[in-house]
């Protein structure tokens, strides 16, 4: 089924793209969540003289978005959280932390142009804003322990050592 978008899709595509997809997934999900639109003849020159009656505005917006991507460029994140014994943290760190740090510095984003595999432990991580289709920023993101300190993981002492005494043939049976 060929199909217009209408909103941005993520995993899918973006605004005014012209894509096939499933015939359920289209008629169940996208057609009726207003998503797209089917990709008849008419709609798609439809499409095409507004795109061209559009392109100044479209350029316009992503110079802005350039513009906007090149005031994160170099900036990364150091997000503190809570740490378990070993490197586990309590919870996770998403796109939404990263929007809070963000905000802290002064560089005001939305939480949904982030993506990034949640942050489920202490380290090094790359999250990726995305301003347009064509414009995106990788932000590297260090998640550490809250105050700085690892907790001491506690050992528990060695068992002593007990000697184990041989086991104890059985008797063989004998036949009388």
């Known amino acids: 089924m060929k199909i ?15 894509l096939t997809v499933k015939d359920g997934y289209g008629r169940n999900y996208l057609l009726p969540q207003g998503y797209a639109v089917l990709a008849t003849e008419k709609a798609v020159k439809a499409l ?32 503190e959280a809570k740490v378990s014994e070993g490197k586990n943290i309590y919870g996770s760190v998403g796109p939404k932390e990263i929007a ?13 142009l982030i993506t ?4 489920k432990a202490i380290g090094q991580y790359e999250a990726v804003a995305r301003f347009h289709r064509e414009v995106a920023v990788t932000i590297p993101v ?3 322990p809250e105050g700085g300190v ?3 993981e506690e050992t528990p002492a060695p068992a002593p050592a007990v000697e184990e005494a041989p086991a104890e043939e059985p ?6």
Request: proline share 1%; hydrophobic share 45%; net charge negative.
């Open 116 to 119: 990034m595999k949640a942050a």
């Open 100 to 112: 809070a740090a963000l905000a802290a510095k002064g560089l005001e984003i939305d939480s949904k």
């Open 48 to 79: 095409n003289e507004e795109l061209k009656q559009r392109a100044h505005k479209i350029a316009k917006i992503k110079a802005d978005a350039e513009a906007t991507a090149k005031k994160f460029e170099g900036v990364s994140v150091s997000i």
């Open 171 to 176: 008797a063989e049976e004998t036949a009388e």
């Open 150 to 152: 690892m907790p001491v």
């Open 142 to 144: 260090e998640v550490t």
């Open 4 to 18: 217009i978008l209408k909103k941005d899709v993520l995993g899918l595509g973006y605004k005014d793209e012209v």
